[in-house]
T-cell receptor, first 111, second 114 residues
């Protein structure tokens, strides 16, 4: 399977702390995307990072990409209760004409 | 509001019923997708349409039948479903189907098969 793997599967942190989630993938990619899903709702796109980029920022989100290790990380700084959600990486493999979603990380922010 | 709407939001149907899920996108995108999301399983891509032509069919049982009458509308026709088909069905759209662009998701239809 070419599915990306998120790590950890679940993460619980105190409000105000930083949250880091990782995604590993199998073969070369064109880009990698991160999505958020609140319970029982649709996914919301967060950031797209292309294979020739190493880091991207969007507000409190920072995404890094290490193509030599075939991995990406999503950092959420100064977490808030509203950040409680599942986070998915989706990889656009060079060998496929579609993006493939990982199984996700469930993030819980404790007040 | 992502620009992708889905109806109904909740659906309960018996195994002998026939029903349809509807998706509409207001973003001018050329590609539309159906996904199935079951508890504790990864998001499963079911069908992909590009400019109203089906370009992907991931070995989905024939009891699921997609229809894309134009680039803004996508349907999923359901008949003789099984209890294991109970899941959240998500529709998405993107500028094209090649994976280079982000996907915009609807809120989903929560389907329960009794």
């Amino acid at each position: 399977s070419q599915q990306g793997e998120e790590d950890p599967q679940a993460l619980s942190i105190q409000e105000g702390e930083n949250a880091t989630m990782n995604c590993s993938y199998k073969t070369s990619i064109n880009n990698l995307q991160w999505y958020r899903q609140n319970s029982g709702r649709g996914l919301v796109h967060l950031i797209l990072i292309r294979s020739n980029e190493r880091e991207k920022h969007s507000g409190r989100l920072r995404v890094t990409l290490d193509t030599s290790k075939k991995s990406s990380s999503l950092l959420i700084t100064a977490s808030r209760a509203a950040d409680t959600a599942s986070y998915f990486c989706a990889t656009d493999y060079s060998s496929a004409s579609k993006i493939i979603f990982g199984s996700g990380t469930r993030l819980s922010i404790r007040p | 509001e992502t620009g992708v709407t889905q109806t109904p939001r909740h659906l309960v149907m018996g195994m002998t019923n026939k029903k349809s899920l509807k998706c509409e996108q207001h973003l001018g995108h050329n590609a539309m997708y159906w996904y199935k999301q079951s508890a504790k399983k990864p998001l499963e891509l079911m069908f992909v349409y590009s400019l109203e032509e089906r370009v992907e069919n991931n070995s989905v049982p024939s009891r699921f039948s997609p229809e894309c009458p134009n680039s803004s509308h996508l349907f999923l026709h359901l008949h003789t479903l099984q209890p294991e088909d109970s899941a959240l069905y998500l529709c998405a759209s993107s500028q094209d189907s090649q994976g280079a662009y982000e996907q915009y998701f609807g809120p989903g239809t929560r389907l329960t098969v009794t």
